[in-house]
């Protein structure tokens, strides 16, 4: 609770209080009104605070009405369900509860400079540049310009308009998705400035993209989504009777056990996803509901179906708000109240019954049979390409506003805002406040649960959807030992000469990059799921932090099978020392290894959003820690300039802890006796004449030099490669730091990556 | 005009004769109709070279009437589009010229065993899968049952239905693009079995994609269309005209000297690319086109007037045939015949007016105001979720078929095929054969051009479009630069000590994997490539052999700069040897590779067609490459059963010849005197002992070694690492042999890729 209040005063310093929204009432909300400057906030969030206080209050006798049966407020949606279309009636004579209106919104954008630059491709003959408004060519572009509206409770509100109209951009900036700096206006929620922090929590967001699990089944995908977004205190059976209650509400009830699927799984139609993922989004049952063209890519029927089920939440006394591009006949029948846009500008503004006469008055009659809206839209296009642009339509709908201020008094909400939230959530809106007889509050924290709940329910939906894609490990696992299998044949049982040396060399450089580019092919599917992961933060379904930590903990299983299959097709084939301490120490490297590489695949994933793009970058980093491992140069020998890349190279703590792990011992021999001229050109005489050789460096040396003699220890051979700084073990603890160090700088990207909203 | 008569005796096996075309005219058209057995094809043959010779033999007067001046064929087309819609009576009461009729056309696929596969993943508990008829589970699926139709000439053809309901099938039936032994019932043009070739020759298909290149204008890229496609007999003047013709025809004069653009390059609408896009293809007039849902993807207006522009094109005597997906009413209002598909069988036939009668006579009439196709659309849909699927709706159309055969009479075609090609080219069409007094059968040769002409205008297009993205180049020139940068300061001035041969043995391996790796990066422009390609190639524009050397033209020279600039930021930096012989070398072989390199690359884009997938195949084959090439392990100590791959290592040659030339000199001298300790234990002893046990050696050996003598000259580092087969010439013809070998198999992959016909 408290914590909730210091929020509101912390964030609010905009909010407006009651008195000016009694204003905006009075003035009307469809005329020109121009905001008032802030005033002092603390009335509000005390009263805000205390308001919740009283619901729960209010409450606590009702709340425990047993789990298994739905609220009183699903019952409703059911009845509906089977009602069918409705029309606007079903709030009966009793005025909207929730009034959102915006006036005068305007928004311009600073063309980059990057723009004229392509401008120029458009070649200076053409005549369609010629033609076009100066205003194309200045700096900023205005994508909206003094748009004002008002969406009702139980209604469908939907913004119209040409691809690049603006439609995309006034749901944005009405669902606070541009910095309120950069917007000017006022939006208010009955009355009331509205603040971004509380319509976070009363609002949710769909996006066009359907972002979703493949292999979760429709049901699946709705509880986990109940699991993050309602709260702990809610009992999982309550969790369940909502999603099964949402599933009918949606019309999703027969496939509820299909998977969502993707383009090798077959799973759902195109149209239940989508509304899957308005599903997702309106777990909690919120009071205004945004969507940007929740239709498109749909067909026709496909495309029904999701507005009805928008006319049936928008009914069930939520404000639905959605831009559309051409909609059918049906389904204009479903909406309420349009706004038409012609490049940031209001051409209609109205019921959808009022089309007809709209353009009759303006000398454009539609003709029958022929849908209102496509018309329109032919229309505005058609005016679009005229010198003059809309204006002529613009002004003719500017004239009727304000002609009839007559349509405007039926919207005024009879309650305040605090009265209409907590009407609402008596009634069973955002659903974690009503059936628990504890504090409201807890409806309106920023996360639903705690910090190991969420890592709980993230672990468990990564691995259920994980392990019903095996064949991506086995593509992982077939990668790993086929390079396991080709280095294992090329540097069979190797010998301990100096040829056999150099070939060590050379074997543990390539082994260890091969971890490396083996987690480089799970780019896309990292970036698959940032994009998921992008979705829910938006709307804090969950902490950052523990969806990073669940996403390396459910990677780390098939990494451990991953580095003892590599361990076993390669170390013994080869013929490495150090026995079965030596081979386990060999699997840890390359699970260290794996978890470096993931982790940094992971980092690069939050950095670069272009599959392509990340992988060529990941592949050319990789060759440069490989080059600056110290196999190519050694350490000694690299250039001060360099010689930070040198330690930066993710490769080189695992070659030198192979290198170790194999040549670490005094006692172990690789060059002896006359083996010492095999790289000279002595190397080509018989050994007779080189055993004389030996014997007289030994006379001259003083030191007894026969055949068997060791010239060169695997501890020279460290030496010489300038391996000398780091023990094996030290190699291993700063492999799994990076690992660490990549995870958390993956962290730090999605912070600061995840800020989407326009400025 | 022999060459084509040849060409119809050998592939016209199949086609029918005039008797039996009168037989199908006499049968009706859309009734049951059997076709007969092949008969001899040797009359029609000569009666179609015969027709041809007659044709041009009576333009020969007419056909010199100036260059400057459109054909009147043109002009016509001109004055309609000022006109505007028409309707359907252009043709006057005179009766179609061409009629495409199909009776009983059957096709099935048998369902891979994949399908069955993935249908597990369908959970058992679905329901829906329960109620699904059983015939979803067998293993062949019909794609088309039994469909009949016939499309005139000055009327679109509409195919409608949901996504899955046959809609493309049949346009691919139709345009010959399924291999005829699979598909059942036959396909006739005015009464006569369409031969294949001949189809090619006389028709167009527009799929769904705009592959176009980006960075030519929309006049440019019909320009470039009319190169490939009209005969080199016409003069460039005319071909001219005809693209400037189609412009006003496509409606496209506004947008003419934009270019296409692309994701980053601003360029035209989505609805002139789709109109360009079609220009393309109909650049030669044909008699017939195909659409596979030319308006998917485009808002109402620009699809209004991509069918518009279709409209213009049928009342420009042709047939078109398309598939759509929920046409807007003003478009319903374009088309003269529909056909509505449900799972592959025919629910409804006929005009757009008549679906008001037949909806309603099926008991379902439809609403007032509602868009006829729409709701069709949407009853198909609802009956196909019931047990009993459309079943009703297939069979009480085609109880009505059957009751009112008077439908067909007016639509047989008073001319026989081969005079109705005559009159059509006569009266302009097919537009090469019109407007030159030579033999007309130049217009149904398989290609336009010879093969010369061909790699210019390949090459020529191929260079505009590259020219006008220098970033392309010079991301690839900065990523060479860095590479080379980094290398250059890395490997700074190496000595001559046995430290500093094994770094240039790294640096050869990485600078030489550099080009192989730098060519990886350009597979997604190859990929882009290669569909226009595809495209293009599948109506013969041009021969698959020109495309190949001109792909190698074009692309060659950036590689001689990429090549220069890798090797003078090394070069001088690493201090290699050779002076400015070995420079001139040093580029050559870097060309060599990168030569070879971008061959690879070209050669598995046109295997691997997925650019993520591709490019993971080739840096893993890359690097196998470079693991074999003789640097990890050295020839004669790769085992047996890879010797091959060492062999097959495109890296190996340039590597092998970089060697040759830094070290192929005796007289260079590497290791000197005590330097030849270096690497041993007694490395470490001060410079006087090791003296004195050279001395010593000196003495057993019978030579003397002082701290001067070369024990280890160029030669014998050659000889070291098995460098001993090939000159570095040889490695030089042999790198380039590679890149010359890859791109044969590049062309043999879409020799082989590019059958684009459905089995």
Redesign the interface.
């Known amino acids: 609770m408290t914590r909730f209040v210091e929020k509101i005063s912390l964030f609010d310093r905009l909010s407006s209080p009651m008195a000016e929204a009694e204003d905006i009432a009075r003035d009307g909300l469809l005329v020109h009104h121009h905001p008032r400057a802030p005033a002092t906030t603390d009335a509000q969030a005390v009263t805000l605070g205390q308001l919740f206080k009283h619901v729960g209050d209010a409450h606590s006798g009702e709340g425990d009405d047993g789990d298994a049966a739905p609220p009183p407020h699903h019952a409703l949606e059911l009845d509906e369900f089977s009602a069918g279309a409705g029309g606007g009636d079903h709030l009966g004579s009793r005025p909207p509860t929730f009034v959102l209106a915006f006036t005068n919104l305007s928004y311009s954008v600073k063309r980059p400079r990057k ?1 004229s630059l ?2 120029r ?3 200076a ?4 540049a010629a033609l076009a408004p100066p205003e194309a060519f200045s700096r900023t572009k205005t994508l909206l310009n003094s748009i004002s509206g008002e969406a009702r409770e139980g209604e469908i509100f939907a913004v119209l308009g ?2 690049g109209s603006g439609k995309s951009t006034l749901i944005d900036a009405l669902a606070n998705r541009i910095v309120r700096d950069s917007l000017e206006g006022s939006i208010t929620l009955n009355g009331e400035k509205l603040d971004g922090r509380l319509l976070k929590v009363i609002s949710a967001y769909v996006m066009q993209d359907d972002l979703l699990y493949p ?1 979760l ?1 429709v049901e699946e995908t709705l509880m986990f989504s109940a699991e993050f977004r309602l709260p702990r205190s809610l009992s999982v059976s309550k969790k369940k009777s909502r999603v099964q209650a949402l599933i009918d509400q949606l019309g999703l009830r ?2 509820a ?3 969502i ?1 993707d383009e ?4 759902v139609s195109g149209g239940e996803r989508r509304r899957v993922s308005i599903g997702i989004d309106i777990i909690h049952d919120p009071i205004i509901l945004f969507l940007d063209e929740p239709t498109s890519g749909l ?3 496909s495309a ?1 179906m999701v507005v009805k089920v928008l006319q049936r939440i928008a009914h069930s006394g939520s404000i639905v708000i959605m831009s559309v ?2 909609p ?3 389904i204009l029948c479903l909406l309420d109240r349009l706004l038409f846009l012609s490049r940031g500008q209001t051409v209609y503004s109205g019921p959808p019954e009022g089309l007809h006469r709209f353009f009759s008055d303006f000398g454009h009659p539609i003709p ?4 209102p809206t ?1 018309f329109a ?2 229309l505005i ?2 005016l679009e390409g005229t010198p003059a642009g809309a204006r002529s339509l613009v002004e003719f709908n500017k004239s009727r506003q304000d002609d009839q201020p007559a349509l405007v008094p039926a919207t005024r909400s009879s309650l305040s805002l605090n009265d209409a939230i907590g009407a609402s959530i008596s009634r069973g809106k955002l659903v974690s406040g009503t059936t628990e007889g504890t504090t409201s509050a807890s409806s309106v924290q920023k996360y639903a649960n705690p910090f190991w709940i969420e890592m709980g329910v993230l672990t468990k939906r990564s691995f259920t959807n994980t392990k ?1 894609m095996p064949e991506l490990f086995a593509i992982r696992l077939a ?1 790993v030992l086929v390079t396991g299998f ?2 294992a ?4 049982r190797l010998d301990n000469s100096p ?1 056999g040396v150099e ?1 060590r060399l ?2 543990f ?2 082994a260890m990059s091969t971890m490396f ?1 083996t987690c480089a ?1 799970a780019l ?1 599917i990292f970036l698959q799921e940032r994009n998921i992961f992008m979705r829910e933060t938006a709307y804090n379904a969950y902490r950052r932090s523990s969806y990073v930590l669940s996403h390396a903990i459910v990677g780390f299983p098939p990494l451990i099978l991953l580095s003892v299959a590599f361990a076993l097709t390669t170390y013994f084939a080869v013929g490495l020392a150090g026995g079965m301490q030596g081979f386990v120490f060999f699997v840890l490297i390359i699970l260290a290894s794996f978890w470096a590489g993931s982790g940094f695949v992971t980092f690069l994933s939050g950095v670069v959003t272009h ?2 793009l990340g ?2 970058v990941v ?2 980093i990789l ?2 820690f490989l ?2 491992s110290g ?4 350490r000694d ?3 001060d ?2 010689i930070w890349f040198h330690y930066l190279s993710l490769v080189k703590y695992p070659y030198e802890a192979v290198m170790q792990n194999e040549f670490d011992d005094r006692h172990k021999c690789f ?1 002896r006796g006359v083996q ?1 001229f095999d ?3 002595l190397g080509v005489l018989p050994d007779a ?1 080189k055993l ?2 030996l ?3 030994s ?3 003083g030191v007894n030099i026969t055949s068997r003699t060791c ?2 220890t695997g501890t ?1 051979i460290l030496k ?1 490669q300038s391996i000398t700084q780091l023990s094996k073990w030290d190699c291993l603890w700063v492999t799994v730091a990076w690992g660490f160090l990549f995870r958390f700088l993956f962290y730090i990207s999605l912070l600061l990556g995840s800020r989407n909203k326009r400025r």
């Open positions: 723009m392509f401008r491709n458009r070649l003959t053409d005549p369609v040409a691809s292999m089944t027969a496939a056990k299909t998977i699927g090798i799984h077959r799973g067909d026709s029927t029904f591009h051409q059918s006949y049906r029958d049979n022929e849908n496509e839209l032919d296009r058609e019903r990668a080709i280095l044949t090329i540097f069979w040829k070939e050379g074997f450089a390539i580019y092919d896309p599959v392509m992988y060529t592949v050319a060759a440069y080059l600056f196999f190519f140069i050694n020998r690299i250039h300039y360099w060059v010492m790289n000279t050109p004449i004389r050789v014997k007289s460096m006379n001259s040396l010239i060169t020279d010489q």
